[in-house]
């Protein structure tokens, strides 16, 4: 089929391109500028310029496939509220164009959703007890999912916190920095947290099964590492950067991570045995700490 991709050019969206272009599909790129155009083109995709702040770039780029992958978020956590808007307003637009179709949607939220005070690991089946007051996110998995019963075959994944792999820009290497600058590894409390991550290739063929196999309704769970304490990566931080590993709480822990306390602070346990069951996927790559320890996180 020819999917529209968004975020094409990204992280994951770089490596979810390649994983369709293998497997037989077309795709059409959603890039902000000529030059990842360009580079879009080489992979033997085509592009489309445009970004999520241009719904009727959006629409087009919808209307002209017959499906879709939405990956572009705008990753400015510091106005996290205003851009989880404008990622509901990207989903909406797209999603009007697809009703009654049954052509593929799948959307993009994370695990985060279903974060929880007990370790009790959290399924595809539950649903965020959050509001939007609360994680703002929860409006993205809520609008793709809204087009579900609209003759739309709307999926989510829900990705982990931390998507690794070379190239990662995400919240281990902030936190890496954080130790770096503040001379400490810190975790939070006791560390027994729970963090959730996936390799980004492991993603990238999730997007694509979910895309050919899911059917309308269903949440998936990019997780390779179904939850790893954070005091272990804080750990192996101070290892590779020689520094004392400590813990941190209450306004200590707010002082050294600032906005990101609330993310690293999160218990956040989830299974992925029905997004295993329901596409056949399994995670084949490195786990997160394996990564951190032979990777490029501190080069």
Known sequence: M??????????????????????????????RSEEKAKALVALGAEAHLGDVEDLD????????CDGVIHLAFIHDFANFKEVCEKDAKAIAAMGEVLKGTGKPFVGTSGTLMVAQPSDTPATENDKSPFGVNQIPRVASEQTVLSFASQGVRATVVRLS?????????????????????????AYIGDGLNKWPAVHRLDAARLYRLALEKGNAG?????VGDTGIPTKEIAEVIGKKLNLPVVSKSGDEAAAHFTWMTHFFGANDPVSNE???????????????????ETGTYFQ
Do not use: C, Y
């Open 161 to 185: 916190p931390s998507v690794h792999d070379d190239g990662d820009k995400g919240f281990i290497p902030m936190i890496i920095n954080t130790a770096r600058e503040k001379g400490v590894s």
């Open 2 to 31: 020819r999917v529209f991709v968004t975020g094409a050019s990204g992280f994951i969206g770089s490596k979810v391109v390649p994983e369709l272009l293998a497997a037989g599909h077309q795709v059409l790129g959603l890039v």
């Open 274 to 292: 029905l997004t295993k069951q329901r596409l056949g996927w399994e995670p084949t790559h490195p786990g997160l700490i394996e990564d951190m």
């Open 218 to 222: 269903d949440v998936f769970h990019g």
């Open 57 to 64: 770039s959006l629409r087009n780029g919808a209307a002209a």
